[in-house]
């Protein structure tokens, strides 16, 4: 209990100075940190996540990706890394955080979380601070945090999305996506107050198929949930080439740029990047933590 005063205390005297700190020299720029989520599992979030992340550092962006997906496809097997240590490690104090951190050719910097990404209700006091202390030192290191949260409503997956600057929700045209992503903003605007959204609708045949999705999303959005807004950043096609770069354990952006998913990945992350906040959130990965250990304490 006098542990848990402590942390909070600590996270709010570290908010406020960063907040002071920005003020003052007016010259920081904290990154921006994107969660991408989706109700239904395998709708192409790790896909999505790395390909923005290849299209923005090749734009001259600083990128950072933490790997909270607990799913079969992690971010590391697409950028073909072998990670010896997760997040894990880190937790239990054995690595600091950029001995975890591997990076890619492109030279963006993953944190591997894999099967062993810890849950965040059940760390102790000591080891939220630990992480804390661990994640302020990204601040510096890039201008985009994307987080990829793996599927579905489980505590992490809810505690990452409504820690972020913004929540990008992926769905597809299926049926039980689309039900599936509505029933996950449900739960985030009834537990946890977020009340704006994005959406990403991939692997569609047609602009009008994309159009329905987030029509038939933003109509039960207006008729149930009152306050939620939902704003339509992009859809992707359904492409081949993006399949078949995943089998050779690769990036569609380094394979094909040219097809028609990786351009429209591209042009998903530029809006991405250029859309202003729509939360309170100041940016930094230290805020972004505390609101995750706020939450949970
Ligand atoms: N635009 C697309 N066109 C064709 N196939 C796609 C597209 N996007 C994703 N896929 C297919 O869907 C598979 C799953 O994608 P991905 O692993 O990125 O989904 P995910 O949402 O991260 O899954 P999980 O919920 O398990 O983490 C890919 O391996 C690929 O075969
Ligand atoms: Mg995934």
Redesign the pocket.
Known sequence: MEQAKGLRKVVKTQALSRRKSNMASDKKNFPRVIAVT?GK???????IVGNMAVYLSQMGKRVVIIDA?V???NIDIIFNLRPEYSIRHVVSCEKKLDQVMVESDHGIKILPGGSGFADLTQLNEGEKLNLLSEFETLSDQADVIFVDT??GISSNVLYFNCACDECVV?ATSEPTSITDAYAMMKVMSQEYGTKYFKLIV??VDSVAEAKRVYASLSGALDKFLKNVVLEYVGH?????Q??QA?KNRGLLMDKTPDSM?AKAIGDIALNLGNSPIRTDANGNITFFMSKVFQTVT
């Not at 599992?41 to 896909?47: E, I, L, M």
């Not at 992707?236 to 081949?240: H, L, N, R, S, Y």
């Open positions: 989706s599992g395998g709708v192409g979030k790790t896909n997906d799913g079969l496809a793996g599927a992926v991939n692997m992707i096609p359904f492409d081949k993006l399949q995943v998913a």
